[in-house]
């Protein structure tokens, strides 16, 4: 029941955030909409163009679900294809929220399909670390020079290297007590040594090679989703700078540590469209209309999944 509680205040909480981020966007749309200086109209934006761009994304989620039924079939476990992509697009639901409570929460569901909540964690390590390199990697096609670029590469080695160093050196530091004998940090190195030793399975030349392929092709279609918006606005630019800019920007919202990027995602895609000669006004349209496709449309897929859930699973699912 404690734990049953705990969960109705996170989802709480995560309805909350996606209740302030529509007020926050709509009345960003609100004061771009009474500018004079823009070209195009926010709401229009929203109405003829958006549609597209979450349809877009959408392909993207299941193209990263696809990903992840792989990886747990791979580790030996087999899940419903329905059942597994709503429990997928229910850790969306959280992205707002601190703590990596999507990922918890995926833990909760797919762990009621049968698979442990180790192996869960792990393929979600697994695929947060591929999805860093080929962020990275589209970032750098057209901003490899940026000012944004060294602190964006540093964050994803910086995350990387503490996982091999957890990997490689966790256990000898836990025998030795350098991190207390029943402290949380204690606790998650060894949850996190054991979520990356159960990488292991998926650390050969065909699973990484289709990982990264495929992790190509979702973020490619978000970027794609971005020029599309930014088509829509009148701005032209490069075509390998649309496509590196969005990447660039999420890898500096997800360097900031702020729950989902908010504000530091949106700052950094007005600065980079900014200093590549976009007004600001259209550069803060653009940014509001690819969070809206995006970050957005993605808690909004996460809740409605979580409600599907727990409407079916009533009160069997496992707790965490």
Known sequence: MKNQNQFRRKLGFAAFSLLFLTVLYFFGF????????????????????????????????????????????KAGYSVRISEGLLAYLAGFAFTASPGKAGELVRCRYFSAFGVPVRTTFAAFLYERSMDLLVVLALSALALWASSLFIPAAAFVLLVLGILIAIARWGHWIEKRGILGQE??????????????????????????????????????LVCA????????????????????????????????????????????????????????????????????????????????????????????????
């Not at 229009?44 to 993207?60: D, E």
Request: hydrophobic share 60%; charged share 10%.
């Open 225 to 320: 989703a971005f020029i599309w918006v930014l088509s829509f606005l009148g701005i032209m630019l490069p075509l390998s700078l649309s496509f590196s800019l969005y990447p660039m920007a999420m890898l500096a919202g997800a360097a900031s540590m702020i729950p989902g990027g908010i504000g530091t995602t949106e700052a950094a895609i007005v600065l980079l469209l900014s200093s590549a000669g976009v007004s600001i006004e259209q550069a803060a349209l653009a940014a509001l209309g690819i969070r809206v496709a995006t970050l957005w449309f993605a808690m909004v897929c996460g809740l409605v999944s979580v409600f599907i859930l727990e409407l079916r699973n009533g009160k069997t699912t496992t707790s965490i």
């Open 183 to 220: 402290s949380i940090i204690l606790s998650a190195s060894r949850f996190i040594r054991g979520g990356v030793d159960d990488c292991r399975v998926w650390l050969n030349p065909s699973d990484l090679l289709v990982s990264a392929a495929m992790g190509i092709m979702a973020w490619s």
């Open 30 to 73: 609100m004061w771009l909409e009474f500018d004079s200086n823009h070209k195009a109209s926010g709401f229009a934006l929203l109405g003829q163009t958006l549609p597209l761009a979450a349809v877009i994304i959408f392909i993207s989620f299941l193209l990263r679900y696809a990903r992840w039924h792989g990886l747990i079939n």
